[in-house]
Nanobody, 123 residues
């Protein structure tokens, strides 16, 4: 059975850092990504990694994404957090390595999803 299990999250202050992790069980994936969803908003793309990383403009320069292929784990390091980063964060995975940066924006392109974790940034 394929599962994505997330770790991390919590309550931090603006300017702080936080790291999320997501481990895949049962299968390894070429593309792994992070999305987030705020109250009343649609789920939005944050970052993805396949052959190279790609970021949403809103987090570029503050967030980094990395992966440990041996552990089948992807990490989202979030630095200089802002209150507007407050959201429920989800990891996602897809076996294809051919997804483009445009494909990343569409949640339907990701086959598997983690359980989600809350990140709250206080001002």
């Amino acid at each position: 059975q394929v599962r994505l299990v997330q770790f991390g999250g919590g309550l931090v202050q603006a300017g702080d850092s936080l790291r999320l992790s997501c481990t895949s069980y049962g299968q390894s994936f070429s593309t792994m990504a992070w999305f987030r969803q705020s109250l009343g908003k649609e789920r939005e793309f944050v970052a993805a990694i396949s052959l190279r990383p790609f970021f949403a403009d809103s987090v570029a320069g503050r967030f980094t994404i990395s992966r440990d292929l041996i552990k089948n784990t992807v990490y989202l390091q979030m630095n200089r957090l802002k209150p507007e980063d407050t959201a429920f964060y989800y990891c996602a995975a897809d076996p294809r390595s051919s997804l483009t940066s445009t494909d990343y924006l569409d949640t339907s392109n990701f086959l598997y999803w983690g359980q989600g974790t809350q990140v709250t940034v206080s001002s």
